[in-house]
C-alpha cells in the first residue's frame, strides 16, 4: 500500500482566513513533505519533516505554517494568504533510510487551493 | 540553474508503438533518479526508478535506462496505450551522506498516445 491522502480535495479562502489542509499515511514512512503545484510546472518544494522535526523550510513565507503533529500526520496552517497562493498543495511521504540508500516520495492526490 | 531537463515539452505517439521519454541532469551527485506520471488536478504517480549503481530497470511497460557518463536518462514505455497520456516527470535525488530528501524535478514532458 502506498497511499497518501489529503483533505480536503478542494478549498476556497479568502485572504483574511485561516486554514488548514491536512495529510495522512500509514505505511511507517519518516520523512513528509509539502510541494506547491502551479499549472503546467513541476511540483516546488516548500517544508521537509524528518522523524517529525522540520528539515527543510524552502524560505516559505510565514504565511504558510507546518506541522508534523506525529508521524503519520502532516499539516499545513494557512493565514493571510494571497490569490498567488492559489495552486495544488501537494503533500508526499518516504521511508527515509539511512543515508546511501534509496528513497522514493509517494504524493497524494493534492488540495486545489484557491484564494479570493 | 536547472539541474534536471526535460528538453522535449510534448510528445505524440501512436498507440502501440514505442514512447520515448528524455532526461538531462547536471548534479554528478545524484545517484537516484525517479520517473512520475501526472493526470491534471491529481498528485504524481511514481512508475519507476534507478539507482546510479544500474544501467536499466525494467517494471512491466517501463524500462528507465541511466547513462551517468552523458548524465542522461530516458524512460521507454512498450506498448503504448492511451491510458499513458499524461505529463510525465523526472527527478532526481542525492542519497548519500548530507541527505536532505529533496527531490529535484525536471519541468515535464506531455506524453499524448493517440489510438
Known amino acids: 500500500d502506498t497511499e497518501v491522502t489529503q483533505t480536503p480535495k478542494h478549498l476556497v479562502m479568502g485572504m483574511t482566513n485561516k486554514k488548514s489542509l491536512k495529510c495522512e499515511q500509514h505505511?511507517?514512512?519518516?520523512?513528509m513533505y509539502w510541494y506547491k503545484q502551479k499549472a503546467k510546472k513541476p511540483p516546488e518544494l516548500m517544508f521537509v519533516?524528518?522523524?517529525?522535526?522540520?528539515?527543510i523550510n524552502e524560505s516559505v513565507p510565514s504565511r504558510f505554517s507546518p506541522e508534523c503533529p506525529n508521524s503519520s500526520l502532516l499539516n499545513l496552517h494557512l493565514h493571510a494568504l494571497q490569490p498567488e497562493d492559489s495552486a495544488l498543495y501537494l503533500c508526499?511521504?518516504?521511508?527515509?533510510?539511512?543515508?546511501?540508500?534509496?528513497?522514493?516520495?509517494?504524493f497524494g492526490p493534492g488540495t486545489r487551493l484557491t484564494v479570493l | 540553474d536547472q539541474q534536471v531537463k526535460q528538453n522535449s515539452p510534448s510528445l505524440s505517439v501512436q498507440e502501440g508503438r514505442i514512447s520515448i521519454l528524455n532526461c538531462d541532469y547536471t548534479n554528478s551527485m545524484f545517484d537516484y533518479f525517479l520517473w512520475y506520471k501526472k493526470y491534471p488536478a491529481e498528485g504524481p504517480t511514481f512508475l519507476i526508478s534507478i539507482s546510479s549503481i544500474k544501467d536499466k530497470n525494467e517494471d512491466g511497460r517501463f524500462t528507465v535506462f541511466l547513462n551517468k557518463s552523458a548524465k542522461h536518462l530516458s524512460l521507454h514505455i512498450v506498448p503504448s496505450q492511451p491510458g499513458d497520456s499524461a505529463v510525465y516527470f523526472c527527478?532526481?535525488?542525492?542519497?548519500?551522506?548530507?541527505?536532505?530528501?529533496?527531490?529535484?524535478f525536471g519541468q515535464g514532458t506531455t506524453l499524448q498516445v493517440k489510438p
Open positions: 508526499a511521504s518516504s521511508q527515509r533510510l539511512a543515508g546511501g540508500s534509496t528513497d522514493t516520495q509517494y
Open positions: 505505511m511507517g514512512h519518516r520523512a
Open positions: 527527478a532526481a535525488s542525492s542519497n548519500g551522506s548530507g541527505n536532505t530528501g529533496k527531490l529535484i
Open positions: 519533516y524528518s522523524y517529525e522535526k522540520l528539515s
